[in-house]
């Protein structure tokens, strides 16, 4: 199978998947408890209004025929009516999207900046000081609660030393155009908007990182460890080749295979968990928008950030894939 082949295969095992999940979803939003009309119109509201509005939504219909709805409109790009919002969710999920996008990436980038080098350097000097520290590092990093890291980082960099600010994207965003703060401010040639909206992000890039960067370097320095007892690796030695090209050029690609499989998990893990982190920075990305969705039964609103969620996870899945072949030739897609 070529991968062309293999890729269209790829693709169209994601329709399954999300459709499953949008069952699954749109059933268990129907059955827990609560009327979203009521909790959108207010205690106030009579009854005649209560009607009227569960007509223009439609959720006075058999559950089956609003479902095919549904799907129908998401299938045409329209996730339907916030009655939290009040306007379509598609135009929320573009607005508040990008956010959790440029959080996302950017931990993801710190974890792998950070934790490659790390990884790389407890590999080096294995049983030694600075083998020891990195893995009391990590496991403190993979048990270390998102949350409760996101509060000591506020009260050490914002409260006490006021180096970064607490909450929030920052007070004034630059001209929109991709919706990312600092990329709008690079591609608008506004300097200072990109920095102050980089100040923003540094506190929870790095709470939502950690985790991560804790398994990427301890999969690097597993990696590096193999490697390095390979042939291969003993032979570049003898030759007397460099010790960082052996390193750089030999072994950490090698080494990265394996790691691959866990950032590409580890990015849907951060999608879907970045709630945490946005809600303590009241970052107003897509995850906190979800909460809050889910607070007032906003059902339109809680399906269409598990389709997205969920979407984004399979097509990161997919381009880990991809990825694998371009660090190991030897993979053969079947």
Request: net charge positive.
């Amino acid at each position: 199978m070529n991968f062309r082949t293999y890729l269209l295969r790829r693709t169209l095992h994601l329709v399954p998947v999300l459709l499953g999940l949008s069952v699954l979803i749109f059933v268990i939003s129907r059955v827990i408890p609560g009327d979203p009309v009521r909790l959108a119109l207010g205690t106030e509201a009579t009854e005649e209004q209560v009607r009227q509005l569960r007509e223009q939504t439609g959720l006075d219909r058999p559950l089956v025929v609003q479902y095919v709805a549904y799907v129908a409109g998401v299938l045409r790009g329209d996730f339907g009516y916030s009655l939290r919002t009040h306007r379509n969710v598609t135009k929320d999920v573009l607005e508040f999207f990008p956010a959790t996008l440029e959080l996302t990436t950017v931990a993801m980038a710190l974890a792998v900046v950070l934790g490659v080098p790390l990884g790389i350097l407890a590999a080096v000097r294995k049983d030694r000081g600075a083998d020891h520290l990195s893995r009391v590092l990590a496991l403190i990093g993979v048990a270390l609660p998102r949350f409760w890291l996101a509060i000591l980082l506020q009260l050490a960099f914002a409260y006490h030393l006021r180096l970064l600010p607490t909450i929030g994207r920052g007070p004034a965003p630059p001209t929109r155009i991709t919706g990312l703060y600092v990329v709008d401010g690079l591609l608008g040639f506004d300097p200072a908007a990109a920095w102050i909206s980089l100040k923003h992000l540094a506190m929870p890039a790095f709470a939502l990182s950690v985790g991560t960067l804790a398994q990427v370097m301890r999969l690097i320095r597993a990696g590096m460890i193999e490697e390095m007892r390979r042939d291969y690796a003993l032979a570049a030695q003898s030759y007397g080749l460099p010790p960082n090209l052996i390193i750089y050029k030999y072994l950490l690609k090698n080494a990265f295979t394996a790691t691959l499989t866990i950032l590409g998990l580890s990015y849907g893990f951060l999608l879907g968990n970045a709630f945490l982190v946005e809600t303590v920075f009241a970052w107003p990305g897509l995850a906190f928008y979800g909460v809050d969705a889910l607070r007032f039964k906003d059902f339109n609103g809680v399906i269409a950030v598990t389709l997205v969620i969920g979407a984004a996870y399979a097509v990161v899945n997919l381009i880990t894939d991809i990825l694998y072949g371009y660090f190991d030739p030897r993979i053969r897609y079947e």
